[in-house]
């Protein structure tokens, strides 16, 4: 197994993702392969290891591999330390690196803390994913009742010696963890250290982690309908196989596959499996439900406001209301589902624009002097052509009842898709909510 010379490289290029620029190569033909790496990767860097460089090359021998960067790593745009990007950020990257490379539909294949948003993508852009293979796979990185995971102390003790071994090719951080079979190969050392001097800083690898951590896609796992494959080392001391078990046993019609080993940071004896996966997979008709996240609005005190005015005045402070909206839907991607009279009803891709949404539309309502409310859920909904149903629509609609004038109300499904970003939520208690069964905990976005 050789390392190529720079020049037989895959020329790397760069997709735009907003104002960012996120840096992605192409090589190969066939069935299109997106590779949602972790955050120890640089497009470039990653050749340097013989066996990362065969593995590239047997799966460019039956697909088309498309390999990127995410933003504040490797070659792509850089972040503030302190702000590591959050799944919709992360899921943005890989729709722009899809649209750049003319990539209308793929099988994503995702490691490590790449699985969380490349499993919301797979649930909320199923047109856009023929298949799923999660390697390392993880719905929530910490232990809870019930979960196996690795211990938060284990975490931050590998965390303190960042500042000191990060990149440090006389014993680089984490290997032990990692690649515990080769902590005496020297030269594997240097290329884990030149790994990760060239992927993240200490500070921001540190802060990467810790928003990892946070993260918890449970919910989103029975909402994944495209055809999944779970690759599981069976010694890996970072991603236990208890994870990956219950990873597989939560998406319906998953297969789950153990190989051999106990390095996570590895991918031998796994491209065989890819590429059954990926050249055996045929692909369905059109998706006929969706993870998405739901949006209801209305206007406080409609009918007393609309009696205050007159029906002309009226009228046109709705058709004011309305073009705002509207605005703000397109602005963040949003989809109009349905006007309601005195609100709306609409679907985002991802739960932070659809926060943000909720925030712009209140503000804006305020410089018409009037108040509205939003609700907002994240769940399953079937797609009945323009329109959707089902009960996550009617828990939606149910939290934005019990939302005040002014307040933008979410379900703890929601909330937790956005651990450890920079929203913040207060806890607005346990709720009844009419014709859903349970309680379910409200939160308000600061």
Same mark, same amino acid.
């Given at each position: ?17 907003? $104002? ?5 190569? !192409? ?73 750049? /490379?003319? @990539? ?22 199923? &047109? ?25 102390? +284990? ?5 303190? #010696? ?20 080769? !902590?005496?190969? /020297? ?32 919910? +989103?796992?029975?909402? !994944? ?32 596959? $153990? ?15 890819? &590429? ?16 998405? #996240? ?41 989809? &109009? ?8 009803? /609409? ?33 399953? !909904? ?19 009842? @019990? ?20 929203? &913040? ?18 939160? /308000?976005?600061?």
């Amino acid at each position: 197994m050789a390392r190529p010379d720079l020049e037989e490289l895959p020329p790397a290029r760069y997709a735009r993702a907003g $104002e960012l620029s996120i840096a992605y190569q !192409v090589m190969g033909a066939g069935p299109d392969v997106v590779l949602v790496s972790g955050l120890l990767n640089n497009i470039e860097a990653s050749w340097q290891d013989a066996g990362f460089a065969e593995a590239y090359r047997q799966i460019a021998s039956f697909a088309r591999l498309i390999s990127f960067d995410k933003r504040g790593t490797g070659m792509s745009d850089r972040l503030p330390e302190a702000q590591p990007p959050g799944l919709d950020e992360q899921m943005e990257d890989i729709r722009a690196v899809m649209d750049a /490379a003319g @990539c209308e539909r793929a099988v994503l294949l995702a490691q490590a803390d790449g699985v969380p948003a490349a499993t919301l993508f797979a649930a909320t852009s199923p &047109e856009r994913v023929s298949g799923l293979i999660v390697y390392g796979a993880s719905a929530r990185v910490l232990p809870d009742e019930g979960y196996d995971g690795l211990p938060a102390e +284990v975490w931050e003790q590998a965390l303190a #010696t960042f500042d000191v071994r990060w990149g440090n090719p006389d014993d680089p951080a984490v290997i032990e963890l990692i690649t515990p079979s080769r !902590v005496d190969d /020297a030269r594997w050392k240097a290329i884990v250290a030149r790994m990760q001097r060239v992927s993240l800083s200490p500070s921001a690898a540190r802060a990467y982690m810790r928003a990892a951590m946070a993260l918890d896609i449970r919910d +989103v796992l029975p909402a !994944v309908g495209v055809p999944t494959l779970v690759l599981q080392r069976a010694g890996d001391l970072v991603y236990p196989e208890a994870q990956a078990r219950w990873f597989a046993e939560h998406v319906e019609g998953a297969r789950y596959l $153990e190989v051999p080993g106990s390095d996570h940071l590895s991918i031998e004896h796994t491209v065989e499996e890819l &590429e059954e996966f990926v050249t055996g997979h045929r692909g369905g008709g059109a998706p006929d439900s969706a993870l998405v #996240t739901i949006l209801f609005t209305d206007i406080v005190d409609s009918t007393r406001t609309a009696a205050s005015l007159g029906d002309r005045a009226w009228s046109a402070l709705l058709d004011r209301h309305d073009a705002m909206v509207r605005r703000q839907l397109t602005r963040y991607r949003g989809q &109009e589902v349905k006007h309601t009279g005195d609100g709306f009803l /609409a679907t985002f891709d991802g739960p932070a624009r659809a926060i943000d949404a909720a925030r712009a539309i209140r503000e804006s309502s305020s410089a018409l002097d009037i108040e509205i409310r939003a609700g907002l859920h994240t769940g399953v !909904v079937e797609l009945r052509g323009p329109d959707i149903s089902g009960t996550a629509v009617n828990i939606a609609a149910r939290v934005q009842a @019990c939302a005040h004038p002014s307040e933008v109300l979410v379900s703890r499904t929601l909330a937790d898709l956005l651990a450890g970003s920079n929203l &913040e939520f207060s806890d607005r208690g346990s709720h009844e909510l009419k014709g859903v069964s349970g309680a379910w905990q409200l939160y /308000a976005v600061d």
